[in-house]
């Protein structure tokens, strides 16, 4: 038996800083479902009611019936098929193990008095409601009568409302102000996502072939495109400014972006934005001034022959990308901010992973306000100056291809 150590065994200094797992890829594909449900839903409606309708009302009737049929009938199997997938992630959290699904725990989960059952039964409640209030909208008879704008604009509201839920606060809050304030960034965030990547859903959607008639694509397309431009600018302004107070609340510089995983994610995000922002502006100053020009010019081949192909082409490459953004929306646990802490913290001392103190909110001061005003100023002037200046090329390119068909016809309709 080997002697008692008068001192007692040394305590371990430092124990091994704390993982962050991403997360099970099962979580993230219950997540993503809903996600893509309730902002598609939203998406198509908002395309329906806001950019496409006006130029088909004035382009006609046929065209007004034939393009809201088709958008409402999409965004109708979307609010239904939101249903099942928000039960569904309802149902995979009381599992202890995470490898079940309680179907009859997520359904007494909804309106059972406390404020976050509430926020759920109204999540699936509304949404649901703004499917049926759509389907009258899936026959063409109803789709251009004197109820539509009515049908899309009350669907719309609920969509938004539902959306909002997933982000509502479940309990009352200390500090109502601020939560409020976070509350109005994740709407503009979740909102501007849902219109921006919905419309270009819906885009893609309409650019197949029955729902514009191959007369009326020249009176369509192109102020249809320019109408959605300016809504999708609106969407990546409320993006970018909600993201940058996200970022400036969870991550403590760019360096996180690389030592946490919450930084990894996020910055895959930021990636996939900025493609998608990228292919926003060959959108915005090169393929819809050509579209505007030719059409200005007189050119009346059908769209998909006036090297215009690349179209929908961009349009569903940008559609996956935004739904691949949601996929990895999920991933982003936490904070970076606290990863960074707890590991330092844990490099340091002998505290238990689960025992490991978090740091408390940023507090918000007047720089912060200072800061985040000139950054709205900044981002809603430039998105203002983008936008005039596509228009003025757009004029140009027309003039000059005016001319050029003036001297000499046939060129214009040579090019392809």
């Not at 193990?97 to 359904?107: E, H, K, R, T, V």
């Not at 949404?127 to 049908?151: E, F, I, K, Q």
């Not at 996502?193 to 419309?199: E, T």
Request: aromatic content about 8%; overall charge neutral; proline content about 7%.
């Amino acid at each position: 038996m080997p002697p008692l150590s008068p001192f007692p065994p040394a305590l371990p200094l430092a124990v091994a800083p704390p993982s962050t797992p991403l997360g099970p890829f099962e979580d993230s594909a219950v997540a993503w479902a809903a996600w893509v449900t309730l902002m598609g839903f939203v998406g198509l409606t908002a395309l329906a009611l806001v950019a496409v309708g006006p130029p088909a009302r004035r382009t006609g009737p046929d065209t007004l019936a034939a393009v809201t049929a088709r958008l409402s009938r999409a965004a109708v199997v979307l609010g239904l098929l939101a249903v099942p997938a928000v039960l569904t992630g309802l149902a995979h959290g009381p599992s202890e193990d995470g490898g079940g699904y309680d179907y009859g725990a997520a359904w007494s989960a909804l309106y059972d008095g406390s404020n976050a059952g509430r926020l759920s039964g109204l999540e699936v409640t509304l949404v649901l409601a703004g499917a049926v209030v759509l389907a009258p909208l899936c026959a063409r008879r109803v789709a251009a009568g004197a109820a539509r704008t009515w049908l899309l604009a009350v669907a719309l509201g609920a969509g938004a409302v539902a959306l909002g839920t997933t982000k509502f606060p479940g309990e009352a809050p200390e500090d109502w102000g601020r939560t409020i304030f976070e509350t109005l960034m994740w709407m503009l965030h979740l909102l501007g996502g849902a219109v921006w990547l919905g419309g270009l859903a819906g885009l893609a959607l309409l650019a197949l072939p029955g729902a514009v008639g191959p007369a009326d694509r020249e009176a369509f397309w192109s102020p249809s495109i320019r109408r959605f431009s300016a809504a999708a600018m609106s969407c990546v302004a409320a993006i970018a400014l909600s993201g940058l107070f996200l970022y400036w609340e969870h991550v403590d510089g760019p360096s996180q972006l690389l030592t946490t995983m919450y930084g990894r994610v996020l910055g895959v995000k930021i990636l996939i934005f900025g493609v998608l922002l990228l292919l926003g502006a060959f959108n915005q100053f090169w393929l819809h001034p050509r579209i505007d020009a030719l059409r200005a010019a007189g050119d009346v081949r059908p769209l998909r022959t006036v090297r215009v192909r690349e179209f929908p082409v961009v349009v569903t490459v940008e559609t996956l990308l935004g739904m691949v953004l949601l996929f990895v929306a999920p991933f982003l646990h936490g904070s970076a901010r606290n990863q960074a802490f707890q590991a330092d913290v844990a490099r340091h001392s002998a505290v238990l992973p689960d025992e490991l103190p978090k740091l408390p909110p940023k507090e918000v001061g007047a720089s912060t306000w200072i800061w985040g005003t000139v950054e709205t100023l900044v981002l809603v002037a430039l998105l203002v100056a983008g936008y005039w200046f596509s228009g003025r090329l757009a004029r140009r390119r027309a003039a000059a291809a005016a001319g050029a068909t003036t001297s000499n016809p046939g060129d214009l309709v040579q090019a392809s």
